[in-house]
């Protein structure tokens, strides 16, 4: 079975912890790879925030969640066929392939040959790669208070009306006196879940939110450190940004609170030029600190 580890990374006991976690993720969705388990059950077995789980994933593995499930499946499959006695139809079937013809598509993507052509080999590893150097600060954020308003599908990009619709919402309320600042929160990895499903939070943090009409709601953070990463430039390379920050993460001793990334825009794209528009992307961090 394909192993978590990363070359070069021998003897570092963070990253040692995070391998740990996310193996324990990795036996379970090797287990059920008929079936696998959700989102929320493969993060409960890692120990970490279903907020997080994606990114982690990706920033260990090189890959999408989807794409370590299809690997693995085939590796299963190679198993199967070097040991003879199976069908190719019928390995396909057992590894929850709809049809012969997607299964030997998928083997093909990922090992290079049809499975009539398969000779037997190892599956490849799941390598980490935490990258060191991010430009990373933790900082004390007092407790906010946000309306937001929620976009249900669709990509992290043209959110311009998302914004527009609850920006006149707190004009025509008299409350932008009291504007903190303006957010986004990008609640799934656009990498890992389809862009139908995709949530996005569009949030103004307000001194007085008072009593916003649905679908506007209020949202409350509580004071506490953040691990914040200066973004410059435009909006689209955020998500390269995001995983940065969870690159951080996993080269440091500092687990992630139960709380999705925010968004923190410094400047108006209006006024701004998209190659200087800077963005503070802020990750609460555990207040217990260790793992």
Known sequence: MAMLRGPGLEGDADMDRWIARMERALNLLASR???????????????????????????????????????????????????????????????????????????????????????????????????????????????????????????????NALFWQLWNW?????????????????LDDPLSVPEDRLRFDACLALADPGRPPAPLRRLAFDAGEFAVLRHIGSYDALEDADQRLIDWLLAGDRMPADMPLFHHFLDDPEEVPAAQLRTDILLRLDPEGGR
Not at 68 to 97: K, P
């Open 33 to 159: 790879l008929d079936d696998p388990p959700g989102l929320a059950e493969l993060a409960a077995a890692a120990h970490i925030s279903p907020f997080h789980f994606h990114r982690i994933w990706r920033a260990m593995t090189g890959e999408p969640l989807g794409q370590t499930i299809a690997r693995l499946r085939i590796a299963a499959s190679q198993e199967r066929l070097a040991a003879g006695g199976a069908t190719v139809t019928a390995v396909a079937m057992d590894g929850g392939f709809g049809t012969p013809q997607s299964f030997a598509r998928a083997f093909r993507r990922v090992t290079g040959l049809t499975p009539t052509q398969f000779v037997s080999r190892g599956a490849d590893p799941i390598n980490v790669a935490a990258r060191e150097g991010v430009p990373v600060r933790i900082e004390w954020r007092a407790e906010g208070q946000l309306v937001a308003l929620r976009q249900d599908g669709g990509a992290y990009r043209e959110l």
């Open 170 to 186: 707190a004009e025509s309320e008299g409350r932008l006196d009291g504007l903190q600042g303006i957010y986004g929160i990008p």
